[in-house]
């Protein structure tokens, strides 16, 4: 299992995920309790795998979204996968999110209000 660290700096908060590759399907990072954020950054930071997200507004049942990928490449930006070395936004008021590995992808993000 990765580790992560966060901090928080007012209006924002930053996360990382450290540590050993993660299994494939594996979640590495679960926010706190996220409500009071509208913005949601995160970037793979590998070289391979990508990344999923899901979403809660309960707290118990997760619901994967799509992402907005920010690049110049991707046609229509909207996509459900963030590959190797992309970064990723969406837009939401949602009590947490985590993030989803697959081939030992890693992460690092932040939240914070628009």
């Known amino acids: 299992m ?3 660290s966060a901090s928080n700096i007012g209006r924002f908060t930053t996360w990382t ?8 399907d594996e979640v590495i990072y679960t ?5 009071k954020y ?13 990344l999923h997200v899901e979403v809660t ?5 997760w619901h994967e979204v799509a992402v907005t990928l920010i690049d110049d490449i991707t046609p229509n ?3 459900r996968a963030v ?6 936004t969406f837009i939401g ?5 985590r993030v989803r590995s697959f081939g030992g992808a890693k992460a690092l993000g932040s939240h914070g209000i628009l």
């Open 31 to 35: 926010s706190p309790d996220v409500r």
């Open 38 to 50: 509208n913005y949601h950054t995160f970037a793979n930071i590998s070289t391979n795998g990508h």
């Open 83 to 88: 590959p190797a070395e992309q970064i990723a």
């Open 77 to 79: 930006r909207i996509s």
């Open 17 to 24: 995920i450290d540590g050993a590759i993660p299994a494939n």
């Open 93 to 97: 008021r949602f009590k947490g999110f």
């Open 2 to 4: 990765s580790e992560s």
């Open 57 to 61: 507004i309960n707290g118990q049942l």
